[in-house]
């Protein structure tokens, strides 16, 4: 994107895995070979099954794990390459909201100080106008100037997290990273926090990489949405490209898992249920990562890495790593898993 804020290029994040009870180590690819962008003010959903290394990219890209190879570029700066001083100055223009408010936040201090530790770690303002700023950032999330003084085991999940999302902003960041920010939260609250993040968004411009089981969720929030697999990516595009003419078919097999509110419609249409697990990371299969639980597999698959292509029209780009990505791939994936 000529306008990117974020540009991930090549990344690969691998872990040394030592033996085990049961024998073996290695080197884990919990990211091999990611490409994506994120634009100013642009939301990019980041969706797959448990282990595709989604939670680890957003570590990566936020300085948390070190990548073993590829370039983050934050408006041409690349991330990877900073030392020092310099890593604390690049991080007031990324920061992070992760899963489980309870255990993100200290327990021991106040939301009040919770709230003001960024402040006082980049020290972006005298100290006597921490307590003025903290509630200024609370009213934007919400939340009253009386949780100044007050602990979080005080506060419901949902107040825990904007809390979290009130000391996120506190250095005012270009990208926020949410790491399933509404996983812990019940259903009632999870909109009330996403429509808090869209109203933040539209006020201050932020940038969201938003990583996420819940593809209803995605949907909602997202303007792109990168679809990984086993630490590559499988297909990036639009949210209603994706959610309507995915390409690849393991995107085919998770959009057929969101339900459709109407019953008759979800009574007929047909579920993609693939077979198999997840591969270990310690040892992917060759050719397409996916290819062992893949309906349409073929020879070509287990010999050639496919390409991460764009196979988009009219202008718009979408991206899709198979070698047989087509329009329609939906229902011919259908009809060959069902046979």
């Known amino acids: 994107m000529p306008d990117a804020l974020l540009e991930v290029t090549d990344l690969a994040v691998h872990f040394n895995a030592k033996a085990g009870a ?28 448990s282990g595709c290394g989604k939670s680890t990219t957003g570590l990566a890209i936020q300085g948390l794990v070190k990548a073993t190879a590829g370039s983050i570029m934050l408006d041409g700066v690349d991330l990877t390459k900073l ?25 021991r201090m106040t939301v009040g100080q919770i709230v003001a530790e960024p402040l006082l770690v980049h020290e972006t303002l005298p100290k006597a106008q921490h307590r003025e700023r903290v509630a200024e950032l609370l009213g934007l999330v919400g939340m009253p ?37 509404t996983a812990a939260l019940d259903v009632s609250i999870r909109a009330q926090v996403l429509n808090l993040f869209r109203e933040l968004q539209r006020e201050r411009d932020l940038s969201y990489l938003f990583i996420s089981h819940d593809l209803s969720a995605v949907h909602h929030i997202s303007d792109r949405i990168l679809v990984m697999y086993l ?10 490209t994706v959610y309507n003419d995915p390409q ?36 992917p299969p060759s050719g397409c990562v ?27 780009k979408h991206m899709v790593a198979c070698h047989f990505a087509q329009p329609g791939m939906a229902e011919l994936v259908a009809s060959k898993a069902a046979q």
Request: aromatic share 4%; hydrophobic share 35%; proline share 8%.
């Open 231 to 240: 630490g590559r990516p499988m297909e990036l595009a639009s949210r209603d």
């Open 290 to 316: 996916f290819r062992t639980r893949c309906p349409l597999a073929q020879d070509i698959c287990a010999t050639d890495k496919p390409e991460f292509r764009d196979v988009g029209t009219d202008g718009e």
């Open 22 to 49: 049961r024998g073996g180590s290695g080197v884990v690819k919990a990211v091999d070979g990611l490409d994506f962008s994120i634009g100013h003010g642009e939301t990019v959903g980041v969706v797959g099954e």
């Open 248 to 283: 690849h078919p393991y995107t085919v097999a998770l959009m057929s898992a969101v339900p459709i509110p109407d019953p008759d419609v979800e009574r007929n249409r047909k579920h993609v249920l693939l077979k198999g697990d997840v591969p270990s990371p310690l040892n």
């Open 83 to 107: 030392k020092n001083r310099q890593v604390r100055a690049a991080r007031r223009r990324t920061q992070m909201v992760f899963q489980d408010p309870t255990s993100s936040l200290n327990m």
């Open 145 to 181: 100037e009386s949780a100044l003084d007050r602990y979080p085991h005080e506060f419901s999940g949902g107040q825990r997290q904007r809390i979290g999302i009130a000391r996120a902003l506190a250095v005012e960041p270009d990208l926020i990273i949410c790491d399933e920010p």
